[in-house]
Antibody, heavy 120, light 113 residues
């Protein structure tokens, strides 16, 4: 069974750094792109970017380029989303998801989500 | 970026009746090599991650009930729930996966009338 398990909820202060994780299992982690999707409270889904764990090729939405960094460690089947300096506006649920056949394909498996709260 | 516009923003349908959600893309998302449209539909229930229902505009994901169907071409696409069940109450999103960023529609909330 394909599973994506995300790290636990985080409560951080503005200006702090953060790295959240997404561990894949039940499939060959290096053969599928992994994406990150933001959902702000009460709002819709926003595509942030994707990474191919085999070679760490990453693509970003212009809206998120420079604001976050997407990375992966194929040795432990884990993808990451990180911030160097959080803002209150980064408060949201973040989902990782697997693309089922190349980067131009839908997300067929999703993590449970990581809630990030940024508040002073 | 390609803009995906869904309509309506919300709808209330009686149990057993048809629900129709529309999605319009600002550009064609036709994958010419496959002659298929790069459109997916997702269902999100409260407190849960999204779930893939339909891809290539009309291909049902494995395990998805056949009351869900997708159609459309060019820039106009539709998700239809042929006979609404109580468990279908959710927000539905379309997505284009042809261009990066692979944008989502704003969502349509489906409720029981």
């Amino acid at each position: 069974e394909v599973q994506l398990v995300q790290s636990e909820a985080e409560l951080k202060k503005p200006g702090e750094s953060l790295k959240i994780s997404c561990e894949g299992s039940g499939y060959t982690f290096t053969s599928y792109w992994i994406g990150w999707v933001r959902q702000m409270p009460g709002k819709g889904l926003e595509w942030m970017g994707i990474i191919y764990p085999s070679d760490s090729d990453a693509r970003y939405s212009p809206s998120f380029q420079g604001q976050v960094t997407i990375s992966a460690d194929k040795s432990i089947s884990t993808a990451y989303l990180q911030w160097s300096s959080l803002k209150a506006s980064d408060t949201a649920m973040y989902y990782c998801a697997r693309q089922n056949n190349g980067y131009d394909s839908p997300f067929d498996a999703w993590g449970q989500g990581t809630l990030v709260t940024v508040s002073s | 970026d390609i803009v995906m516009t869904q309509s309506p923003d919300s709808l209330a349908v009686s149990l057993g009746e048809r629900a129709t959600i529309n999605c319009k893309s600002s550009q064609s998302v036709l994958y010419s090599s496959y002659n298929k449209n790069s459109i997916a539909w997702y269902q999100q229930k409260p407190g849960q991650p999204p779930k893939l229902l339909i891809y290539w505009a009309s291909t049902r994901e494995s395990g998805v009930p056949d009351r869900f169907s997708g159609s459309g071409s060019g820039t106009d696409f539709t998700l239809t729930i042929s006979s609404l069940q109580a468990e279908d109450v959710a927000v539905y999103y379309c997505q284009q996966y042809y261009y990066i960023p692979e944008t989502f529609g704003q969502g349509t909330k489906v409720e029981i009338k």
